[in-house]
């Protein structure tokens, strides 16, 4: 009788216990699912008509003593160049495709197959997404979040509306953020107002920024602005940017 009378108190604590930390677990994964899902979502359906205040990447940028300059600008307030240009540089079926480029992502592993260094192939709504929310630190982990912020860009935003945010969030060097802080710092003037060997010039020195050079640019950087200057004329002619309002 003793032994059964201590039993019932003891197990009735045990499953107090059981059920406290049930409880603990449920709401964890709630706030895991907010976190992760539920928020990301809200703040890119917030951003599709409101204008990015800051991100990540520019607040790692300026902690780290590399400054942040930075103003965002709506689409008619981007020379339409540039626009045409980082398509021509970065992912030319950026607007046939749904986030995801996989015939560029088969040609780079195939290339590096056969032995040639792993190169990206990330399209700007990928690099969009990851301007948005990510600092810049290499992991898989940041990759499949990434990937996962991707889709519901591509799902919440119309192509038009990433390639401007892309183009006011992308990294131009030197601790400047977006077209318009680029064209100010580089050109001296606002970013409604680049031409197009200006916009070819920024274009062309995206993989690299910190080290080449829009202005007085070097030799590499010379020849690729030629050729993205040839690819702007073959994105016009070949409708590769039909599906944005503004074209150059």
Known sequence: MLGGGMQGPLQRTRDVGAVRRQNVI????????????????????LFRFLPVPVT???IFSAAGGHGMHYAWRGAG???????????????????SHNGFDWQ??????????????????????????????LVPVRSWVRKGVEAYLTVLLEALWPKTRILTAYLNLVDWGNGNFGAEAA??????????????????????????????????PGP??????????????QVRRDGLASCIRHRG
């Not at 449920?26 to 359906?45: D, E, S, Y």
């Not at 195939?110 to 301007?131: D, N, V």
Request: with cysteine; aromatic share 8%.
């Open 26 to 45: 449920t709401r964890v994964f709630l706030w895991i699912v907010a976190l992760f899902g539920i928020l990301p979502a809200a703040l890119i359906l």
């Open 220 to 233: 590499y950087v010379q020849r690729r602005t030629g050729t993205l200057l040839a690819r702007m004329g």
């Open 104 to 133: 560029s992502i088969d040609q780079a592993v195939k290339a590096h197959e056969r032995g040639a260094r792993l190169r990206g192939a990330s399209t700007i709504s990928q690099q969009t997404a990851r301007s948005l929310f």
């Open 183 to 216: 064209a100010r710092a580089y050109f001296h003037k606002p970013a409604a107002q680049l031409t197009r060997l200006e916009a070819a010039r920024l274009a062309a020195i995206l993989p690299n920024p910190d080290d080449w050079r829009a202005v007085r």
């Open 77 to 95: 307030d981007i020379a339409p160049a540039l626009g045409v240009a980082v398509i021509a540089a970065e992912d030319q079926r950026f607007c």
């Open 56 to 58: 990540p990447q520019m």
